[in-house]
């Protein structure tokens, strides 16, 4: 009777092992985070030097370079708070490619009392054409208990470059100051 209770443990955790070998998954690529103001060049965003908008949406742009095969993403003009420490990382599931965006407050410092604009971009190698799936999160690590979606859905990279506004709402003056830094 235990070697069947055994066997059937171990047949489980075996399922469970081959189960999780199916999943394809590829290593996580890293990405960059401007320091508060948003990054100075535009390029950095995806955004034209005319544009004039920065404090007025939130805004993920992405741009395709079919030569490199290369999926470029910025998600510009995220509020955030001041004081923390961010970072950006990305991870392709399956036929997925899942977005984290990261804050959370430095181990010897406390949050500020101030909220500040900032730019977080990332380049994805080897992304076949055609549409690709994407799920945006965002993990305030010491505000919410886990990462939180704040958008996903189909970009079709056929087309080299596009945008999607992620939040309408424009940035306090406090927060913005008019134009990146």
């Not at 990054?39 to 965003?45: A, K, Q, S």
């Not at 076949?128 to 999160?137: D, Q, T």
């Amino acid at each position: 009777m235990k070697y069947v209770g055994v066997c059937t443990a171990l047949a489980a955790v075996g399922s469970l092992l081959l189960l999780g070998g199916c999943l394809e998954t590829e290593p996580a690529h890293a990405g960059i985070v401007s320091e508060a103001g948003g990054f100075v060049d535009p390029e950095r965003r995806l955004a034209s030097e005319r544009d004039e908008s920065y404090c007025s949406a939130e805004v993920l742009r992405w741009r395709y370079d079919a030569s490199s095969s290369a999926l470029t993403l910025a998600d510009s003009r995220l509020l955030l708070n001041c004081c923390g420490q961010r970072a950006m990382h990305v991870e392709r599931i399956d036929s997925v490619y899942e977005i984290t965006e990261r804050d959370e407050p430095e181990a010897a410092n406390r949050r500020c009392d101030s909220v500040c604009a900032f730019d977080f971009a990332v380049s994805i190698p080897e992304v076949s054409p055609g549409k690709v799936y994407v799920r945006l999160l965002r993990d305030v690590v010491d505000a919410q208990g886990s990462a939180k979606l704040v958008w996903q859905g189909e970009i079709d990279v056929r087309k080299s470059a596009g945008e999607v506004v992620l939040d309408r709402a424009p940035a306090p003056g406090e927060a913005c100051g008019g134009s990146p830094q």
